[in-house]
């Protein structure tokens, strides 16, 4: 695989990887623009959009900060904050009286259904400026570069993936 750029210098990975979190700074934007447009903090919205994306609306504390990134203290301030404003509510576990689940109320589902749209219209105004094909090309070229980078894959360079 040619990895090199026309005038025949190595692409640094360190640039491709700078693109690429630019890229995901220029998305996550929009997702941050909507969570503070609804009063939220970004962990906020995070939280909440995880609990809106299971299928009970509902996880463990530690879940939650494990899928958010967030700390344990952080994710126990979020819960709080969210709590308060009457987004979710703290179960019991009826089964494991030690562990507790955090429930999306109807009003946190309703703010989260907001966010969410919010956040996707924006994330559709910035994929219409993209030229024709350049998302689908996009994410083939990362999907191949994430195969081969994390040691998935032990066939030729170049070979196409199954």
């Known amino acids: 695989m040619d990895n090199t750029a026309p005038a025949g210098h190595v692409i ?6 700078q693109k690429a979190a630019r890229l995901a700074q220029v998305v996550n934007a929009a997702t941050r623009h ?5 009063g939220l903090t970004t962990a906020d919205a995070d939280v909440l959009l995880t609990l809106f994306g299971t299928p009970d ?3 463990r ?45 109807s009003e946190g589902e ?8 919010a956040a996707t219209a924006e994330h559709s105004r910035l994929h219409d400026r993209l030229p024709d094909d350049t998302a689908a090309a996009l994410e083939q070229l990362l999907d191949t570069a994430l195969h081969h980078l994390e040691g998935q894959d032990t066939r030729p360079a170049g070979a196409p993936l199954p």
Do not use: F, K, M
């Open 34 to 38: 909507a969570a503070s447009d609804a």
């Open 110 to 117: 309703a703010l989260a259904r907001s966010v969410l749209a």
């Open 57 to 59: 609306h509902r996880l």
């Open 12 to 17: 640094p990975l360190t640039r491709l990887a």
């Open 61 to 105: 504390p530690t879940s939650l900060s494990t899928t958010c990134g967030l700390s344990s203290g952080g994710t126990s301030n979020v819960i709080l904050r969210l709590a308060q404003a009457g987004y979710v509510n703290r179960e019991a576990d009826v089964h494991d009286g030690r562990s507790t689940w955090v429930q999306l109320t």
